[in-house]
Structure formats: C-alpha cells, structure tokens
C-alpha cells in the first residue's frame, strides 16, 4: 500500500510538471489533425511524378477540419497544411491539377472552401481564379427540370444528399464574396428540392437520392427515392446546412424555410441516436437488423450539425443534450490512441452510392453493409476533427454570455478594393480574415459568449448603451483616409460618460506615421493617459527578436502569456489614475485606469490583428494568441458584475 501512494503521488507529482510546462495532451481535434497531416494525401506533397495528386472531395472533408483547428488553436502549421495540399494542384493562373469541369461532378465543387480561405487570408489571385472555375462547373451544372443540380453528369436526373454538401457551401461562400445575390435563391431551391424529394413523412429521415425519371433501377417508380435511409447521407445534408447558413443572408425571404428544414433534419436525427452508445447506425431506422453497426462519419456529422446549429442559435439549447452524448459516444465508440499525441478513428464505411458501373449499387440494406469500414478514412477523419472542434468551443467557459463588444469604424474607417471592384472597409473589421483584420480576435470573444458588432458612427452614450466594450483602434491619418474623423473634445466627452456609467474602452494606437495620435491624445488624457508620438521595437525584416517583450510572471492581464511580439509601437506616459500594466526597459507598453464604475485599456499597437496571433508568421515561441485569450477574459471581468 506504502508503495502504491509513493507511486501515486509520484505520478501526480509528474503530471502537474507536465502540465505547467505546457505539455498537456492536446485536444481531440488536434489529435486526429496531426495524424491526418502525418498518414492522409501524402501525395499532394510528396508525388511528383506523372500521375501526381487527385483533385478529389475526401481531402476538402479533411481540410475543412485542419481549418476549424487552425481557427480554434491559433496554430500556422494548420493553415499551412490546407495551403501546401492545394498548392500541390495550381499553377499561377489557378488551373487545378486533374480537375475536369466537363466531367460535371459536383463533389470535385467541394474543395473550393479551401480555396476560398486561402484566397481571403492570402489573397493570392491564384486561388480566387481558381475558386472561380468551380463557380463557373455550378453554373453549367445540368440541372433536373425542377432546377436541381445532377449529381453527376453520368447520374442523370439524380440528386443525391451528398450533393448538397458538395456544392452549397462553396457556392453560398463564394456568393457572399462576389456579391452573387441571386445565387442564394437557386442556393435554398437545392434544400428545398433535395427535403421535397426524399422526406420521409413517417420518421422525418431523407432517403439516400431521387431519380426525378423514375428510370434508375433503384428508383421508386412512383416517388423515384431511393430504398433506404443510409446515415452519412443524412450527415452531409446536416453539415450543408450549418455551413450554408454561416453565409445566407439575414434578410433573405427563404432562410425562415432553411432554418426549418434544419430543425426538421436535426429533430428526425435525435430521433434515431442510439440510446445505448450515443451514436448512429450506418442504416439509420434499422438498429437491430443484422449486419447494421454503428457508423463513425454519420455520427461526427450529426454531432458537429447539432453543436454548431446550437452555437449559432438556429436549433434550440434543447439539441445540445444529444450533441453531447454523440460526442461521448464517438470518444467511446470510435476513437483510439495512436501514440505520441495522435488518435485514430475506427469504423468509417468507405464508400456507398448509388447505381454505377460496374458494380451496380442498388441502395438496399444488403449493399450498404457490404461496403469495406475501415480506420481513418478522410471523409470520417474530417468529420470527426469538425466534430471535435465544435465541442472544444462549447466546453469553453461562457464567461461574457449576454455581452456585445463593438469595434469601432468611425475614427478607424479605411476603404480597399474588393474582389468585385467595389470599395469594402478593411483594417482591423471583424469580418477580415486577411493580416489585417480582426477576424481571429473576433472569435476568441465570440467563443467566450460575447457577440461582435461595428459602430460607424460618431460615438455616444446613447449608441453605445448596448455596447460593453468598446474598441477604438489605429486612428486615421490623412494618408490613409482623405477625410478622417479625429477625435475631439465632444466626442471624448461622450466615450468618457459611457465609461463612468461601466463601460470597457480598449484604445489600440500604433507608432507615429501610422496613427493619429495629437488630436486623439483629447480621450485617454481624461483617463490619465497620453501616448507618445515615438516609435519603438522597429523590426528589420524577419528579425523578430527586435520586436520580442517578456511578460513578467503575475501579470494581472496576461496571465499565460510570457513573450509577445509588438513592433513599432507608441509609448505611454501613465498618470492618476492611470497605472502601467506592462513595462520593458522603463517603457510604459500598456496602462490601464478605473473610471467611475468602468475600465480602460491602452497599448500603442494593435496588436490583436491576424497577422500576429494565427501563427503564419511569426516564430513558435511568441504567444499572441495566448496573449489575445487572456486580454479577452480580462475585460470581460473588468465589465460590472462579471467579476
């Protein structure tokens, strides 16, 4: 007994190290990420020869999810994955590798997703034009005589459940960029075509496809549906939606109808969830029929459908229980220790269709179980590390649930040209996912509960009562606007009350040349603080150590972070009752002062943007993202109340 508690204790002893030293096992989704990166589509990067890669959905599946983490983590080498995968494809004109648009195969539509992300994070023309063929595949898409798209140009007259999630959201996304607004009818006409068809009434389930000639053998001849009620279709048609809505606009008189299409898909889901494991069968409404088993991309596909639809408040918090229970189930069922932080994932059927040559899939129940399940299949990996993700972001701490904070776009209010030749704001907008914006650091709020908005207006108390935090960031010049909107006496006065009655004002300046900062300087003087017209942590090209701070153990704000990188920043001179937050060589970086029942936050440089927290750029060492982690959950308790 003497031995088993040293031993214990020993162990205990360890595992703590372990933990401080920031060692702890990573999160699932990173997990089965790097076994991905490690064992899947190794020929994209690796074959060179003749033959070279295929253009083929599985890798999108995966993709989609390396995304979702790189998102979740902050991590480079995510994001580097998806671009070396599709780089291994295009040329500079944005010709894709193996791709043929007269074949008509809507899967070969899915991976424009990812070129649609490394358009907008790089904006590398490339990726845009190449986005653009798939768009152009959609438009010349044979179509049913009630509009739908074909599945494939050798599956005539066929819509299948996959197809949704092949096609929809590349083409909501791209739509949204390029200002397609038509698209989106013809986007919820698909949806609704696809449930009209192959709804079952009974059970809620959607059937595998519909033939709408009746002519496929394994058609109805009276609804032309296909036999059975096979899960991964189900799970793509889940997964569509959810993506499709991240795009469909507000406004739009069919989104009520694809929101209830969602809900009716998700109810019917539930419905079906095995009580026993928490997950799904491969056949949905034949639990107990001999051969049928439980099914690993059916399930992820469901459990990330639920969460997400929970998260963005398109299905009641009701749908989260059995989210919940899927994703204990998929630990359960599915997922095994593969070493060295990696995991696998067991029981993915392989593949399952419909018709063919030369192997003609009938779609009954005999042919669904007599398809090859294997271990790490992409269309299961990818799922799974959607899944995954998803979860992470729900076991998250909702600490600033029922907040808004609001960027501003009055005093910061820079215009670019877009990709349709108009004039889009950009600099540090939460929608802007390039080195500029803020995109990244509007999720990490958006993940501690606290929803995103933008003023572009002059600042009052009055349209800023709904706001908790309010962040002013980079002040215009005259070089970078030709009418800037500097601060004056009024407006600091208005900002200063909203303060006093509890609100949270973060001032993101940067060094001079690159910001207003005299006529500002009006504000944060109120609040004991000035900043200085200097510029300090110049960087000479990669050398990243000119722009390195330490941050000091029992920093009060950022308490995980320890080196940060902030290049050309303005100093700060701090005065009651202003305090500084953060020194380096008797610098002030950051202050902070209590006004009222409110809080301030100053630094000279705003450096919360892309470009220094999604770890592209800047060496593994620094810690931006921790840093923007901790200064968000800093603020949401400086709000009154969230203490």
């Known amino acids: 007994m003497k031995r088993s508690i040293i031993y214990l204790t020993a162990t205990l002893a360890f595992l703590t190290v372990f933990v401080q030293n920031g060692l702890a096992q990573k999160k699932l989704s990173e997990q089965l990420t790097l076994t991905a990166m490690e064992k899947l589509f190794q020929d994209t990067t690796l074959l060179k020869g003749a033959k070279g890669p295929k253009w083929t959905y599985d890798m999108g599946v995966v993709l989609e999810g390396a995304a979702a983490v790189w998102r979740n983590t902050g991590d480079g080498k ?25 074949d008509f195969n809507i899967d070969n539509v899915k991976n424009g997703r990812s070129l649609l992300l490394l358009y907008k994070v790089t904006g590398q023309q490339k990726y845009l034009l190449a986005a653009t063929k798939l768009y152009d595949q959609l438009q010349q898409q044979p179509r049913t005589k009630a509009g739908g798209f074909w599945h494939k140009k050798i599956y005539p007259n066929q819509m299948w459940l996959d197809g949704l999630y092949m096609g929809e959201p590349f083409y909501a996304e791209y739509a949204k960029l390029m200002k397609k607004d038509a698209a989106f009818d013809d986007i919820a006409k698909q949806f609704i075509l696809m449930e009209q068809n192959s709804r079952d009434n009974k059970t809620g389930l959607l059937y595998h496809g ?18 059975n009620f096979w899960g991964r279709a189900m799970g793509w048609y889940i997964m569509a939606l959810v993506d499709v809505l991240d795009n469909f606009p507000e406004n739009h008189p069919k989104r009520a109808e694809l929101l209830a299409i969602l809900n009716r898909t998700a109810t019917a889901a539930v419905k079906y969830q095995d009580p026993k494991s928490g997950v799904w069968f491969d056949i949905l409404d034949m639990p107990t029929r001999k051969g049928n088993y439980l099914e690993s991309s059916a399930s992820s596909m469901f459990v990330y459908g639920l969460a997400k639809g929970v ?9 989260m229980a059995a989210a919940n229970k899927g994703y204990a189930g998929l630990k359960k069922e599915f997922v095994e220790p593969a070493g060295n932080d990696r995991i ?13 040559k030369p192997k003609y899939r009938d779609g009954s129940f005999e042919y669904y179980i007599s398809e090859k399940v294997i271990t790490n299949d992409p269309k299961g990996v990818g799922a799974f590390i959607c899944a995954s993700a998803e979860m992470e972001i729900d076991a998250l701490p909702k600490t600033g649930k029922g907040l808004t904070v609001t960027v501003d ?11 349709t030749g108009d004039k889009i704001p950009f600099h540090y907008v939460w929608e802007e996912d390039d080195n500029n914006g803020f995109s990244l650091f509007g999720k990490v709020f958006n993940d501690a509960g606290v929803k995103t908005a933008t003023l572009k207006t ?30 004056n006496a009024e407006h600091a006065k208005q900002i200063a009350a909203w303060v006093k009655a509890g609100g949270v004002l973060v001032m993101l300046l940067n060094d001079a040349g690159n910001c207003e900062i005299s006529k500002f300087n009006v504000l944060p003087e109120i609040f004991g603080i000035k900043f200085n017209e200097d510029s300090r942590n110049k960087v000479q090209g990669s050398n990243f ?99």
């Open 458 to 487: 002059a600042p009052t108390t009055a349209n800023l009562k709904g706001s908790n935090i309010y962040i002013i960031v980079d002040p215009d010049t005259e070089k970078e606007t030709a009418n800037p909107n500097y601060m």
């Open 344 to 356: 696998n994932l067991t029981k993915t059927v392989s593949v399952s269709g419909l018709g063919g």
């Open 78 to 102: 995510y994001f580097k994955y998806v671009q070396s995968s599709m780089d291994a494809y295009l040329d500079k004109e944005g010709n894709i590798n193996t791709y043929k648009a007269e």
């Open 409 to 419: 776009n009055f005093f910061n209010n820079e215009y670019m040209t877009g990709p």
């Open 545 to 643: 150590e000119q722009g390195a701070v330490k941050i000091p153990s029992g920093n009060t704000i950022f308490k995980t972070a320890k080196k940060v990188y902030i290049k050309e920043i303005s100093t700060i001179v701090a005065k009651a009752p202003a305090v500084s937050a953060l020194t380096d060589n008797g610098d002030v970086l950051v202050a902070t002062a209590k006004y009222g029942k409110g809080t301030v936050f100053a630094v000279g440089d705003p450096w919360f943007y892309n470009e220094y927290i999604d770890g592209r750029k800047l060496p593994a060492d620094f810690e931006n993202f921790k840093a923007t982690n901790d200064l968000v959950n800093w603020l949401i308790k400086q709000v009154p109340g969230k203490k």
């Open 311 to 319: 998260r963005k408040g398109w299905l009641a918090p009701s749908f």
């Open 210 to 227: 519909y033939d709408e000639s009746r002519e496929e053998r394994w058609a109805d001849k009276t609804t032309g549906r296909s036999p």
